[in-house]
Structure formats: C-alpha cells, structure tokens
C-alpha cells in the first residue's frame, strides 16, 4: 500500500461512524438509549425485540433517540425470507411491507435481512437474488434499504461471500449486503473476498470481537461475543481487509452477551465506546508500522489517542484503614520487616517502606480513602504507577472516557492526578523523579540492616478479583488506557469451583496485574467478593532475594501447606533433601524451568479481605499457576475453620 492510499484510508476511517445495537445492553430500551448517549454514540441500531417489548410505538422511539442526540440507522433482524416456496413467500413479503412501515416511524431507512433459518427454505442462490431484486423494488418504492447478512450457522446461506454473490445477483440498488465478523471468523472464512466488493454495496458493518471457544457457532455467539480488545479475533485484519474496499459507512457492536445483559448498561456501553476507539487505535498503529514514513502524519491527524506512556513501576499502594484497626495493621506490615518512614504533615496518613516497596496507611476521617473504606473495608483503595510522562497518561485516559480525579490538597503539598477505575478505586500517575514524599511527609531515617538480613526488595504484581462478569471490561481498561499487554485466560481449580485468571503487564513488565474471577460465591475469589462488596485488590507479591533465609529471620503467620505436596515435589523434581526439608518447614511452594526456578510462600489474610505473597525468582518469569489450586485449597481449609 502506497502512502497517498494510507493517508486515504486513514481519513476513511476517521470518517466511520460507531454504533451499537441495543440488543449489547441490559435494561429496558429507554435505559440502553441513555446509557448509548452518555457512552458518546450519536448512533443506534434497533433490536426488534426492544422495539416489541416498549411501552409505546416507534414513532415515541424515534422521538426518545431524537432528544438524545441519537440516529437510528438500522432496524433488526428480519428472519427467513429468501428462498421460502408458497404460500409463505407471499407471506414474508407482507411481513417485509410492515416492517417497512415501522421503519418509516423510526426514521431509519436499512433492515437487515439475516441468511433463512427455515427448515424450508429451498437453496439457491438464484432464488434468493429474485427474492431481494423484488423486495428492493418495494424498498425502492418507500425510499428504504435493505442489507443481506449471512449467519454462520443459515441454513443454505453461511458465507459472507455468498451473501455478496446474491447481491451481486439481485443487482438492485436498493440492495446491498451485511458483514459480520463473528461470522466471518467463527467459521474460518478467508477475508481477502472481502477486497472484491464494491463499497457502495456494503450497506453496514458488524463488529464483535469473543474467545476461542471449541463449541457449535450458534451458542458461541449468542452467549460469549464481546468487544474488540476483549477477545482473539483478528478484528484489525478485518479492518484492514475492509479499508481495501474504500467503505466509510457505519461500524457498529452487535454483541450477544449474558454477563453483559446482566451487567449496568452505562458501564457496558462506556466499554463499548472505548472498545471502538481502541480498534481504531491499533489499526492506525499497524499502518504505521506497516509504512514507517507515514507515522508522523498519522499523529498529527490525531485520529487516536496518544501513544502509551512508558510505565516504569509501582511508586505506592494505599490502604484505605479505619483508625481502630491502624494499630494491628501496623503490627501486620513490621512482621514483614517493614519500617515507619514518614507521617504526612497535615493528615493521618503514614508511609512505611521496606527496599523499593512503599505502603501508605490513610486513616483519615473524611476524604475519598474513608468514604471507600466505609464501603469495601480495609482494602487498597489506590495504585500510584511510576510514568515517564504524566500529561500523556491522562491525555490518553481521557481519550479513553476515564474519570480525572484531584485529590484535595494544600497550597504547598504535592500534587497527585489520578484517574478512577471501573471499581472506583484510584490510579495515580507520578514520575520517578518527582518528589512526594519529603514535601507532604516528616522523614524519619530507615534503621539500617545489616548485610545477613534479609530484606524484601521491589513489588513484584498484585492479584485483582473482578466481580463476576467485569473480567473482559478490566482488560480492555488496562489494554487501551495503559497499552498493556494480555496472556491467555487460565482457569485455575478451586475446591468450589473453577477461578478465571488472566495476566495484564507492561510493555517492560515492570508493573503486572493478575486479573482473577468466579462464578461461584463459594470460592476463594467469590469469597473475597462478599466480604469486599465488589471486586479489589486481593493479594500482593513482594520479591526477595533469599526467601528461605526471609522466612528463617522473621516470625511470620505463614499459610501452611500439606505434607503431599512435597511429596509430589520430590517425586517431580528430585529435589536435593535438605532444600526441600526446607521448603517443607516454612510452607514454601516452588516451581522450576529448564532456565531458573521461583520460591513463593503467602501470609494469612489480614481481616480476611488481603494477604501478601512473598516470592523469589531465579532466571523465572512466570507464575506457578499449577502451585495456584494448592494455595487456593489450604485458604479455603483456613477460611472452613475461622467460620
């Protein structure tokens, strides 16, 4: 591709219009509009069955889209019409003819026509392109339009290039096709085909994104379609394959979901607009990586957000603590070696460092930490991420539809930015060499150790429990808002059922967030869930360099493990005696590679909402997720007891 053709699509797809269908939303259809029209849509598709179940006709639709600055530019889906023999032709075309008149209500001038699914339906492709050629007549007739989409599982019709080819032979122009990319990609289908139509026989594109899933297409995409960032379909191919064709109609999300249609309308409607904007995005950047010379033009078409800042690690994390429980959290963090560093000057709020690892303690009696902790409890009620630029990062968050929060300061003390998260909780962004601790905090100095103690040296990752559901809207937060990257979903084993974890990093993996969810109230992670009153920071990871001399030099409340998983160690590994004796004796789990290998051991709970991870690592860069059931299994024994 040539750069005046990359500089042409690229101002294509800053033309393409995003739309969603309301069929992707919970509530009632006056609720989904609202929750579109906050989200930042101008445009809206009306799912039938929204339409059959209001409390008023479709002229009070289009008035209620109206008056929120919405356009309705499709009204779906119309089932089994091509290739029916009679007397039910003749009956599709009068059902046709009223769909027509509600159309004209709406003010919309496309229907969608999906592939028949009718046991009789006659095949052909013939017979269908004489089919539409007579109802573009009619549509002709009325001003309208109407759009031919294969679905993956139709009866005769299941490819998009079928789909084209019976346009193409309807020849009408009234008449033009639908592409889907769940039904593109759940059936395997090539995309180059998608180059040899016109544009201005592409009547709509439909986005959605969803796992990789080994089951029938109809189940997969009535239950598990999601966004684009959210899945693993190759939606920036698609687009890529699209830009070929020149296309600047709609783009819009038609997403079949049960843990969306149970979720808030506004939060999956926000998802849905920073899904668009993060395709958008990545499409732009692979042009540009494509096509070097064309970057700097890229840029400053501001088409899409600024580049991601550089994420350099975890400057703090605060714990929102209610005065009664100060003193015993305190007591909680010294047995892990850490020290009081500093008391904040104007407010209860304390630090208390260890190596790289900073942890503040905010008791105070008003102000965001105290209304959080008076909903969640004592919980992480903030992150502060290290940037390399903080205007980029809020520039890019903001472009994302994140909420700038400014915590309320004194003329003379630093000040923090930060953006709330899905769960209301805080990220802060400050730069390394920015100082916030000696102007807001009374320093004390650290007492020195001496070289044979063992120190805890840096915050390796936090565990994130996301309520049921929210996983896929935490991964596109992280994903578009930070430029992290994502691992592969991992199901881990919990005595009361299955734990859903995935890993969101850094580009330079300095900082890494394990994203863990369940169905099941019973397990650990749902659990965590109802004492917490929604999702938190569950557990955190701190790295040291000799955890078994850490453990030997200090008194610690370690969650113990059974005698048969050392067992299995030795049986696996061949583990030399008296390291493994070792490992026994301070409930130490372990994991190797051909490359290294990792020690890790986690404290009891505190208040049973947290606890601490403490780990080492030796040329090992993953996460003993096979030590994870073992963990999980000995905190659910621990929790069966204390109730």
């Known amino acids: 591709m040539n750069q005046a053709n990359v500089?042409?699509?690229?101002?294509?797809?800053?033309?393409?219009?995003?739309?969603?269908?309301?069929?992707?939303?919970?509530?009632?259809?006056?609720?989904?509009?609202?929750?579109?029209?906050?989200?930042?849509?101008?445009?809206?598709?009306?799912?039938?069955?929204?339409?059959?179940?209001?409390?008023?006709?479709?002229?009070?639709?289009?008035?209620?889209?109206?008056?929120?600055?919405?356009?309705?530019?499709?009204?779906?889906?119309?089932?089994?019409?091509?290739?029916?023999?009679?007397?039910?032709?003749?009956?599709?075309?009068?059902?046709?003819?009223?769909?027509?008149?509600?159309?004209?209500?709406?003010?919309?001038?496309?229907?969608?026509?999906?592939?028949?699914?009718?046991p009789d339906a006659l095949p052909g492709l013939e017979r269908a392109a004489e089919d539409l050629h007579e109802l573009g007549e009619r549509a002709k007739a009325r001003d309208l339009r109407v759009g031919f989409e294969a679905l993956a599982w139709g009866?005769?019709?299941?490819?998009?290039?079928?789909?084209?080819?019976?346009v193409r032979r309807a020849n009408h122009p009234n008449i033009g096709t639908i592409i889907d990319s769940f039904h593109v990609f759940s059936r395997g289908h090539e995309l180059n085909s998608i180059s040899n139509i016109p544009a201005e026989k592409i009547f709509y594109i439909h986005l959605a994104d969803a796992p990789t899933l080994d089951m029938g297409a109809l189940p997969w995409s009535r239950h598990f379609r999601c966004f684009p960032g959210q899945g693993r379909f190759p939606l920036v191919e698609f687009m890529q394959a699209l830009q070929t064709t020149r296309y600047t109609g709609p783009i819009s999300l038609e997403i079949f979901n049960d843990q969306f249609r149970a979720a808030s309308a506004h939060q999956v409607a926000l998802d849905a607009k920073r899904s668009l904007l993060y395709l958008q995005e990545q499409l732009e950047l692979s042009q540009s990586q494509a096509n070097p010379e064309n970057l700097v033009a890229a840029t400053q078409q501001k088409t899409h957000a600024d580049p991601a800042a550089l994420y350099e690690g975890i400057e703090f994390m605060e714990f929102a603590v209610t005065e009664t429980e100060v003193s015993e959290f305190e007591s909680f963090l010294s047995n892990l070696g850490f020290q009081h560093w500093g008391k904040h000057k104007s407010k209860q709020v304390s630090v208390w460092r260890q190596g790289d690892i900073k942890l503040v303690i905010n008791s105070e009696a008003d102000g965001f930490a105290y209304n959080y902790n008076a909903m969640h409890g004592t919980s992480v009620a903030a992150v502060a991420f290290r940037v390399s630029d903080i205007s980029q990062a809020l520039k890019r968050a903001e472009y994302y539809h994140c909420k700038v929060f400014q915590q309320e300061h004194l003329p003379n003390e630093a000040v923090l930015p930060a953006i709330q998260t899905l769960d209301g909780s805080l990220i802060y962004f400050v730069t390394k060499d920015q100082d916030i601790w000696s102007k807001d905090f009374d320093l004390r100095t650290i007492q020195a150790v001496d070289s044979t103690t063992t120190t805890l040296n840096r915050l390796d990752h936090?565990?994130?429990?996301?309520?049921?559901?929210?996983?896929?809207?935490?991964?596109?937060?992280?994903?578009?808002?930070?430029?992290?990257?994502?691992?592969?979903?991992?199901?881990?084993?919990?005595?009361?059922?299955?734990?859903?974890?995935?890993?969101?990093?850094?580009?330079?993996?300095?900082?890494?967030?394990?994203?863990?969810?369940?169905?099941?109230?019973?397990?650990?992670?749902?659990?965590?869930?109802?004492?917490?009153?929604?999702?938190?920071?569950?557990?955190?990871?701190?790295?040291?360099?000799?955890?078994?001399?850490?453990?030997?030099?200090?008194?610690?409340?370690?969650?113990?493990?059974?005698?048969n998983y050392y067992d299995d160690l030795e049986a696996r590994f061949g583990l030399e005696p008296t390291f493994l004796a070792q490992l026994k004796k301070h409930n130490i789990l372990y994991d190797q590679t051909k490359d290294g290998f990792f020690l890790q051991a986690y404290t009891k709970s505190f208040a049973n909402r947290f606890f601490f991870e403490l780990i080492q690592r030796e040329n090992y860069d993953q996460f003993a997720v096979q030590n994870a059931p073992i963990r999980i299994a000995a905190q659910q024994r621990l929790a069966n007891l204390q109730f």
């Open 7 to 118: 500089s042409i699509h690229q101002k294509q797809m800053q033309q393409l219009r995003h739309c969603i269908a309301t069929v992707s939303l919970s509530g009632t259809l006056k609720e989904k509009l609202q929750a579109i029209a906050a989200a930042g849509f101008d445009a809206v598709e009306i799912f039938e069955n929204d339409l059959i179940s209001f409390d008023g006709n479709a002229k009070a639709v289009r008035e209620m889209a109206s008056d929120l600055g919405l356009e309705i530019l499709l009204f779906q889906p119309f089932r089994d019409f091509e290739g029916m023999p009679e007397p039910q032709r003749s009956r599709a075309f009068d059902r046709a003819e009223r769909k027509f008149d509600l159309m004209q209500e709406l003010d919309t001038d496309l229907l969608l026509i999906c592939s028949s699914l009718s």
């Open 155 to 166: 009866k005769h019709i299941n490819d998009y290039r079928d789909a084209w080819e019976v």
């Open 462 to 563: 936090f565990a994130q429990v996301t309520a049921f559901g929210r996983q896929s809207s935490w991964l596109l937060f992280y994903r578009s808002v930070f430029g992290f990257d994502a691992a592969d979903e991992l199901d881990l084993l919990d005595p009361s059922g299955l734990i859903r974890s995935q890993v969101v990093e850094s580009k330079d993996k300095h900082i890494r967030i394990v994203l863990n969810g369940s169905q099941s109230q019973t397990t650990i992670t749902g659990r965590f869930l109802s004492e917490f009153i929604g999702g938190g920071v569950q557990h955190i990871a701190f790295e040291t360099e000799d955890l078994v001399s850490l453990l030997e030099q200090n008194q610690l409340d370690i969650l113990p493990i059974p005698e």
